[in-house]
């Protein structure tokens, strides 16, 4: 070690221009971390950190000395060592711009509407960055693969391409204004009309590709050229060592070097790109003493092809993404015959990760890995790649097919190091294939991956015989896998259709799982594995025989094209006065292009602030035996270990019958802190405080609690065999149902009794289905986790930022836990990384608990947590289960519901019973049905309390009443959208929980969007397309929805608001809508008060959000935060206004500043306080009387999508949506939510799936490594919204309707769309009728219900079925 240490220096790197120079960097720390913390640059945002979401997204630019040039890469700061950076400059969104100086990447996404909540934007632009420095020309195509390592959660990913493709080369959008005019605001050069630059002039300012031209970026540090001149001329100037208490981190700069330190250090580990260890160091707690970073190590990126040209050695360092740029030249020169093993890897790589990871990671790491799914090395297998591994003792090669021992196991010995990859070239008659099936295209591991080669020989008789095979295969076995019984039995074998069966078979007989296979999915992961094969067999047919066209789809991947889509609406001229209707871009939109926008865990660190992080229990259901954190507390700089002990008298408190640790909305049924039981896995039982994060995340790992463990009950399946629910059910008869208290259906009561609903007895029914619609859980992953920061002040007053949807809430929580007065505790927001539900009870908690800590320690204290932490402790939606029995006329025509509810309610109430409501009365969605008899349930389960989750119940319920459709439909197999025309409610007809459906536009809705989809022609298009294709196969479906406006709850339904005018003539508007999560909740707010007051929007703020401002909130939630707000802002500025009309009368021309002046000398009130509660709402159920909702929201979308019925992969081709919101305040605004609303529920219903260990409740999906949502390329690739033109309200403001939640259900014509192609391809298997397809419709579910041979030949036994799988849905 000591020769390593001869060079040790300060920490030296350049950030935005600047230099850093630090003394003492600690090799644990993240980039992110440092860029955050240390330097205060809080623009790049945590949002996941582990590589899986791109907030962190920072660019990193080096130079090359040969060629004179910077290259820019984007890499996810989240994961890289700080000590990496040495010699780097790096750029983060605070280098790109600022919201004075923004530069035309941070313009084009903030006026194209592509941010929402903004924590992901930052990322974003970064990428966009990237690409427009490295690429000044890019193409449209280009751009959408940009943005493949990031993820959004509110936008729907339509506004941030729009904005991106205004530099594309081939976009028509790179001809129009990217400036102010494309976004409604005040064109910047006063001389374009609408967004056409009106002369050459404006094409050479305000066009996206002129923008970039002008725009002035960071240059590259002369000082730091002078530095790589110098070190340039010593090979081992750059070598030098940092280190902590704990860990040595060496940068060699020779292999050499490299080889010498692994020689003195056996147990070293070499970093390279650090995606691996860092997952292995932050999450799974290795430690790894002595790092050898080997990034900088010329000898590892050696590329040579081999004089007897048999194909190319290249270093085992070379980037991923150098590695596709390497393979693509190579293919180019080499020519396709001897490249093929090249395309296939090729193939693999496009699916590999995002461009952060592929621009650090390196070959070697993902080999040495060893990881079973990794996508390499099974097409490294296949070819016949070879290995060049060396030591300071010896050099070796290694054949790829011989590198894997055993799980994680390989042939490397101690020291050493994988310095080359030889990569064979193909022979005239090898063929090499590479297949990759995952949840999710893009970013994601595989599920299955298989890399596949024959060789072959053309005998004397025309025919083809195999000469030689490999098969290998990822996710298949411990390791990557050959199928080796199936390789040896091809050889000698014919070329021919009936190999095809065989060849099939053999490779099922391979590869066998267990049905408890870790991973899970075992029937699909062989299924795959036997589907892999035929489509290479069919592959290779068609290049040695002829194939018939049908066959051909098995061929390549379904296409998705590059986006496209229209948005149609009418918006309030940009010229007008009147405000409401503008295209007016989101109020902080430039702050979060340019990462000027403060988060939560951007607020500056206070004096004596400290950092908590939670104790978890790890089993699902248990009793606590013991406590022990005395190792924790011995830890240096670790203050305390928090638990229910630490609450102000808490045990006198709890003696007198108010229990101070037991907290919840409504009903209190939860403990802050567990104190004897626990009831699920990642529950709190306490808290460890230190002085830094990274000291309190290692002193969390030395606490030890003991359990003694109990059975839990996890599925709603569970739940109804133990009889295991929530004390209270809910019911609603009409019609000829009711039951007496034993369920017993009794008399007819028919509750609907207005003329136009009309009663239809039950015996009209001629036929009957019964069926289940079951549908798992979906995580909100919302960018920002919780996060809060508490300051109990010594003379008791309580600060608290927080991020949460329900402030007041978050006081009374606080009040009552501390046991103080609400008015001594303020709680603030200043907006909030998304929510989406998920903030509006749960986020409480960490609130409570940091209230607490600072109590007891005087001090401020912080968390903000990960996202493992937050995804096993926040609930998530609710997973349903619907048992459905339906009768309905010859025609169709419903006559009954009977229905049982269940919901997974989790460990505690919460809102569930809220959400079941919403549930109940959503089941019906847009179908008049005249007798329903529904009871709901909650299940109580050993998981975290499931939650609120935009929709609220209300897209569960339509799901189960959308299955039942089709279930009618198929059984009468008849077109299904004939079968939902036939019974969509009529206007002013009574719902089954009697509300008249006033104003229905619904009809209208439907008629214009199948005609604006042309639903009918493409219906007969599909079908020939069909007809054409044997394995791939189109379905569309066109779904209506209607959402119920207001809470259920009926006292939520107020709002307050406060409005001060200053005499400047500025206007500070506080609303009760609580808080800006991204729905642009306080643009509207403002635009409402700019417009009520006659003044442009720019004159009003709205600063915070503050319960000392205005006081018992309600939560921002159920769609109702604009209707409620909107009047009570509304409210308070026509006081104002009322009073400003004498002066105004006085001063008709006078500007707004002197009549306010005039009013404020004159003694004028200048501030108000505005209030609404919605009217009417009165129901009750149990009388099944009075109105529920405001109003209704009506929507519809068509949706088509293409499958792949060998690997249940799909694509979305085009989805429509029509909806009917009344008199929009923003159009863009509501567009945005539409479309973000939609990939929701599209994720929802296809590639999110929550998945849960069914025998000790551990959540697998705790990040998104493992849990997906939708990414750029999986939203429709064309994409209409169209808003209904002529559509009012007369109930809520400025004739507006609510718009957050309605469109979510409409994601889930994915779902029905993808069913319809199932469909299409059972018919060719012969299987004709109604089939089951429960929710997601994951590419498991889609493969295994088209149901083949494949499928049948890897069905499990009765026997095999008696363990329980790895995974269940909760
Ligand atoms: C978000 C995310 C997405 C991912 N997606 C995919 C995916 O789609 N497909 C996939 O296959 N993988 C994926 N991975 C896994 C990972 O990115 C790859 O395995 C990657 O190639 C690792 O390379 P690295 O340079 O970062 O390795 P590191 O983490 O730096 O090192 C990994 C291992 O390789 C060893 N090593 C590195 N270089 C050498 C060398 N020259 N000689 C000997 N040992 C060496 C290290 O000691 C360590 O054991 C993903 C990871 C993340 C975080
Ligand atoms: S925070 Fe780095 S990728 Fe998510
Ligand atoms: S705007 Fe992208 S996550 Fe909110």
Known sequence: MAESLKNAKPLDFWINGKHVVDPNPDPEETLLSYIRTKLGLTGSKLGCGEGGCGACTVVSSTYSLDSAKVAYTSVNACLVPLCSVDGKHIITIEGIGSSSQPHPTQEVIARHHGSQCGFCTPGIV????TLTKNHPNPTEEEIEEAFDGNLCRCTGYRSIFKGAKTFAVDSPLSKVCARACAAGGECSSKSCIGDTPSGAGDVETCTGPSLLKAAKDIPFPEELIKRLQTEATSPTASSYVFANESIRWHHPSTLPELLSLMESNPHAKIVFGNTEIGIETKFKGVQYPIQISAVDIKELKNVVVRAD?????????????????????????????????????????????????????????????????????????????VLKVQSTKREREIPMKNFFLGYRKTALERSEVVVSIFLPFTGRDEYVRAFKQARRRDDDIAIVNAGLRVKLSHESDGTWKVSDACFSFGGMAPTTVQAKGAQ???????????????????????????YNVPGGQAQYRRTLAMSFIQKFHIYITGIVGTLEEPLQSAVELSERPVSTGRQEYVATSKESTIQVGKEVMHIAAMKQVTGEAFYLDDIPRMANELYAVLVQSTVAHGKIKSIDASAALAHKGVRAFIAANDIPEYIHRKNHGHDPNLIGPGVKDEELFATEKVLHVGQMIGLIIAETEIIARK?????????????????????????????????????????????????????RDDPSSPKVPLAQAKHHVSGTMRMAAQEQFYLETNASLVYVKPEGDIEIFASTQHPTETQHMVAHVLGTPSNRVTVRVKRMGGGFGGKESRSVFLTCALAVASKKLNAPVRCMLTREEDMTISGMRHPFRGDYRVGFTEDGKLVSLE??????????????????????????????????????????????????????????????????????ADYLNKPVEEIRELNFYKTNQLTHFRQPLEDVYFDRVWTKLMDRSSFSSRRKEIALFNEKNAFKKRGIAAMPTKFGIAFTARWLNQAGSSVLVYTDGSVLVHHGGTTEMGQGLHTKMVQVAANALGIPVEKVYINETSTATVPNTSATAASASSDLNGMAVLDACQQIAERLKPYRAKNPTGTWEQIVSQAYMDRCDLSAHGFYKTPDLSYDWGTNSGRMYNYFVYGAAVTEVEIDCLTGDHVVLRSDIMMDIGQSLNPSIDVGQIEGAFAQGQGWTTIEEPLISPTTGVAWTRGPGAYKIPGFRDVPAEFNVYFVKES????????????????????????????????????????????????????????????DKNVDATKFSAEELKVKPWSAMA
């Open 899 to 968: 229905l049982e509810i269940y919901s997974n309610a989790g460990y505690s109430m919460d809102l569930s019973l809220s959400i079941l409501e919403r549930a109940i009365t959503h089941s019906d969605n847009t179908y008049y049905i005249p007798n329903v008899k529904i009871l709901g349930r909650m299940c109580r389960t050993n998981l975290p309390t499931n939650t609120a989750f935009r929709g609220f119940g209300g897209p569960q319920g339509m799901h189960i009443a959308e299955t039942y459709i089709t279930h009618v």
């Open 309 to 385: 040209n048999s194909g190319v050695e290249v270093g085992a360092g070379t980037t991923l993404s150098d590695f596709g740029t390497l393979l693509k030249a190579f293919i180019k020169e080499h020519g396709e015959q001897k490249t093929r093993g090249f395309k296939a890897l090729l193939d693999n790589l496009k699916w590999f990760a995002g461009n952060q990871i592929r621009n650090v990671a390196c070959i070697a790491g993902n080999i040495v890995t060893a990881s079973p799914i990794s996508d390499l090395n099974p097409v490294f297998v296949a070819m016949g790649a």
């Open 1288 to 1347: 009012q309200n007369k109930r809520a403001i400025h004739s507006s309707k609510a718009i957050g939640e309605p469109p979510l259900f409409m994601g889930a014509s994915v779902f029905y769309a993808i069913r319809d192609a199932i469909k299409a391809a059972r018919r060719d298997q012969g299987l004709d009728g109604p089939f089951e397809l429960f929710s997601p419709a994951s590419s498991e579910r889609i493969r295994l219900a088209v149901g």
């Open 126 to 129: 970064a990428s966009l960055y």
């Open 699 to 751: 002193a969390v790992r030395l606490v030890t609690v003991q359990y003694e463990t109990l059975e839990p009950i996890l599925t709603i399946e569970d739940a109804i065999a133990a009889s295991s629910y929530m004390p209270v059910t809910r019911t609603l008869n009409t019609g000829e149902f009711t039951t007496d208290s034993s369920g017993k259906v009794t008399d007819p009561v028919w509750t």
């Open 488 to 514: 040896e039995k091809i050889v000698g074998s014919q070329w021919g259709e009936s190999l095809k069966e065989r060849l099939v078979s053999w490779v099922g007989e391979d590869l066998h799982l267990p």
